[in-house]
């Protein structure tokens, strides 16, 4: 299941997120995909988009090395968490995606 956001892609497959960043997110983190698995996610934050306010959703790992998840350049992210913003227009499908992480999260 994925869904497409202004600052990247959000994608549930299996026992993983995948965070597909565009443009220059994508440069910042030096690679085109950011695999997150689930068993590593401590913290999920969701925040719908609204007409004025654009809808986000942050993972963060416990991991200090992101260079696991895919991630070339380290030091432009914050090691701790992975964010994709969206417009209210992508709303339905992030929330789509939302309860697929969030019942794959309580398993």
Avoid: C
Avoid at 9 to 35: C, F, M, N, W
């Amino acid at each position: 299941m994925r869904a497409n956001g202004f600052s990247g892609d959000l994608e549930i497959d299996g026992g993983r997120v995948v965070i597909y960043p565009h443009k220059v997110q994508a440069k910042a983190a030096g690679t085109s995909a950011i695999a997150i698995p689930l068993s590593e996610v401590t913290a999920f934050d969701y925040k719908a988009a609204t007409r004025l306010v654009a809808g986000s959703a942050t993972f963060k790992v416990a991991a200090d090395d992101v260079r696991a998840y895919g991630v070339d350049q380290p030091n432009h992210l914050t090691a701790q968490a992975f964010k994709v913003t969206w417009q209210r227009k992508s709303e339905d499908d992030f929330a789509a995606v939302r309860q697929a992480i969030e019942s794959a999260l309580v398993r």
